[in-house]
């Protein structure tokens, strides 16, 4: 099979680690990774990474070992994990290298982003208007999304019930105290109709991810994951956005959707046949619309198949099964890599007690960050 392979994943722990600095995660995930692929740091021939408030990727040779490679900071808001993914693999691609490792790693201070208006080429009057908190873009974005398509409130409950449960089986997690509907509903609110536990919060983690030419001989013991579609966009007009001024008139566009669309025509498959998903879920109205934007249901059908316990670890598309950013909190620059150790994880049926039943083949990833970039893989075994 030619391509690239996922032939190593590492993860740290997520959630408040006081002492521990994002750097010392990201270095605990990378020798995770390394073991897992049966690799030294002198193997890696290229590096890609990022980190939104914990320093540059590139400074991390200071402990890892001074050896030249070539090593590039990647910064796309909360896709910033998903796009350096997809930079390892277009470079093996090119040919410029044949083992590439892809970081991710934060520790954000407690409390909500704090974005500075000039910083994403908006005034300072966007700012005093309350439009760079996140919360209310959040809340704004699935209020019109529930009254277009008939979504109620208890169905953004449901999100977070499945949320923390998987999350009580990931031993990782930040978040793991399982939480029922009517707990979710009666929360402080926040951003209507969000309430907190329909949040995740800004957290602390690391994670990993050893790229490789495919077909090459590997060490015993390690299981390649073949990357088989790896795309990532950025808006066009007509899109709905976080820190967005205005709303275009007219049909809105996504880039979550042109994403997703171009990842498996990549990959040669249809939404239809994914068997575990990871989808952006920073609330839990993102996780229900990212549903329909990657294809895998139609505007308003999250209601019934959210019912039917349709994404849970038992259900027809399990989704989030380490219990998504809603468990494991939000260190930017580490979700996409998250979400990909996850997958990785379940094709190679390692989940433990979250393992996906069948022997999952086909595996899907999905993030969204500020101002509007996604990026999409597909998985397969």
């Given at each position: 099979m030619?391509g690239?392979?996922?032939i190593?994943?590492?993860l740290?722990?997520f959630?408040?680690?006081?002492g521990?600095?994002?750097?010392?995660?990201?270095?605990?995930?990378?020798?995770?990774?390394?073991?897992?692929a049966?690799?030294?740091w002198?193997d890696?021939?290229?590096?890609?990474?990022?980190?939104?408030s914990?320093?540059?990727?590139?400074?991390?040779?200071?402990?890892?070992?001074?050896?030249g490679?070539p090593?590039?900071?990647?910064?796309?808001?909360?896709?910033?994990?998903?796009?350096?993914?997809v930079?390892?693999?277009?470079?093996?691609?090119?040919?410029?290298?044949?083992?590439?490792?892809?970081v991710g790693?934060?520790?954000?201070?407690r409390?909500?982003?704090?974005?500075?208006?000039?910083?994403?080429?908006?005034?300072d009057e966007?700012?005093?208007?309350g439009?760079?908190?996140?919360?209310?873009?959040?809340?704004?974005?699935?209020?019109?999304?529930m009254y277009?398509?008939?979504?109620?409130?208890r169905?953004?409950?449901?999100?977070?019930?499945k949320?923390s449960y998987?999350g009580?089986?990931?031993?990782?997690a930040w978040?793991?105290?399982?939480?029922?509907?009517?707990q979710i509903?009666?929360?402080t609110?926040v951003?209507?109709?969000l309430?907190q536990?329909?949040?995740?919060?800004?957290?602390?983690?690391?994670a990993?991810?050893?790229l490789?030419?495919?077909g090459?001989n590997?060490?015993q013991?390690?299981i390649?994951?073949?990357?088989?579609g790896a795309v990532?966009?950025s808006r066009t007009?007509g899109?709905?956005?976080v820190?967005?001024p205005?709303?275009p008139?007219?049909?809105?566009?996504?880039?979550?959707?042109?994403?997703?669309?171009?990842?498996?025509?990549?990959?040669?498959?249809?939404?239809?046949d994914?068997?575990v998903?990871?989808l952006?879920?920073t609330?839990?109205?993102?996780?229900?619309?990212?549903?329909?934007?990657c294809?895998?249901?139609?505007d308003g059908e999250?209601?019934?198949?959210?019912?039917?316990?349709?994404?849970w670890?038992?259900g027809k598309?399990?989704?989030n099964?380490?219990?998504?950013?809603?468990?494991n909190?939000e260190p930017?620059?580490a979700?996409?890599?998250?979400?990909?150790?996850?997958?990785?994880t379940?094709?190679?049926?390692?989940?433990?007690a979250?393992?996906?039943?069948?022997n999952?083949?086909?595996?899907?990833?999905?993030?969204?960050?500020?101002?509007?970039?996604?990026?999409c893989?597909?998985?397969?075994?």
């Amino acid at each position: 099979m030619s391509g690239v392979d996922i032939i190593g994943v590492g993860l740290s722990r997520f959630g408040r680690q006081p002492g521990v600095s994002g750097r010392a995660m990201a270095l605990d995930a990378i020798a995770a990774a390394l073991a897992d692929a049966a690799l030294a740091w002198e193997d890696i021939q290229a590096a890609y990474g990022g980190s939104d408030s914990s320093g540059l990727a590139d400074t991390l040779v200071s402990d890892l070992g001074m050896t030249g490679i070539p090593f590039t900071n990647v910064k796309n808001g909360c896709a910033t994990g998903g796009s350096a993914l997809v930079a390892g693999y277009n470079a093996i691609l090119a040919g410029s290298a044949e083992t590439v490792l892809v970081v991710g790693f934060d520790k954000h201070p407690r409390g909500a982003f704090d974005p500075i208006p000039a910083d994403w080429g908006l005034s300072d009057e966007t700012g005093h208007a309350g439009l760079m908190v996140t919360t209310q873009f959040f809340g704004s974005k699935i209020q019109r999304y529930m009254y277009d398509y008939g979504i109620s409130a208890r169905t953004l409950a449901l999100v977070p019930e499945k949320s923390s449960y998987n999350g009580n089986l990931n031993p990782n997690a930040w978040r793991r105290d399982q939480l029922t509907p009517e707990q979710i509903l009666s929360s402080t609110m926040v951003s209507d109709p969000l309430t907190q536990f329909m949040f995740c919060s800004p957290g602390e983690g690391a994670a990993a991810v050893i790229l490789s030419r495919a077909g090459r001989n590997l060490p015993q013991g390690v299981i390649p994951v073949h990357v088989a579609g790896a795309v990532s966009n950025s808006r066009t007009y007509g899109s709905f956005e976080v820190f967005s001024p205005w709303l275009p008139p007219g049909d809105l566009t996504s880039v979550s959707t042109r994403t997703a669309s171009k990842a498996f025509e990549m990959a040669g498959i249809g939404p239809e046949d994914v068997q575990v998903a990871q989808l952006q879920d920073t609330d839990s109205g993102a996780e229900i619309m990212h549903m329909a934007e990657c294809g895998f249901c139609v505007d308003g059908e999250q209601e019934k198949l959210l019912d039917e316990r349709y994404t849970w670890i038992g259900g027809k598309l399990p989704v989030n099964t380490d219990g998504g950013c809603l468990a494991n909190g939000e260190p930017i620059g580490a979700s996409g890599l998250r979400q990909i150790h996850e997958i990785v994880t379940q094709l190679r049926g390692r989940g433990g007690a979250r393992q996906v039943p069948g022997n999952p083949r086909i595996g899907f990833t999905h993030v969204y960050g500020a101002p509007g970039v996604s990026a999409c893989t597909v998985l397969e075994v």
